[in-house]
């Protein structure tokens, strides 16, 4: 089992940016894949990014261009750079680590 500590989010204007981090307590090379999720009151929780062992990336369409997903192996830490970001990315977002494993989620909030 891993804990997944996650921190960065806030209040932010539009247009504006933050960074979260993800940081596990062992080990992330065990993963094969991390990923960021986010999920608004009422809805499903959605997708954001993923990046697996080798450095590849996915981004779901909506924040491509905008987001960039990272990870340090060495620091067990995987991060999610937010840039021009809109009202419509306010959510609480979640770290995830492979098939079972949550971190507790930050919110982000995007204000007009």
């Known amino acids: 089992q891993v804990q997944l500590v996650e921190s960065g989010g806030g209040l932010v204007q539009s247009g504006g940016s933050l960074r979260l981090s993800c940081t596990a307590s062992?080990?992330?090379?065990?993963?094969?894949?991390m990923g960021w999720y986010r999920q608004v009151p009422g809805e499903e929780r959605e997708l954001v990014a993923r990046?697996?062992?080798?450095?590849?990336?996915y981004y779901v369409d909506s924040v491509k261009g905008r987001f960039t997903i990272s990870k340090d192996n060495e620091k067990n830490t995987m991060y999610l750079q937010m840039n021009s970001l809109k009202p419509e990315d306010t959510a609480v977002y979640y770290c995830n680590a492979g098939p079972r494993e949550w971190g507790q989620g930050t919110q982000v909030t995007v204000s007009s």
């Open positions: 062992r080990s992330i090379l065990s993963f094969y894949s």
């Open positions: 990046i697996n062992r080798g450095g590849d990336t």
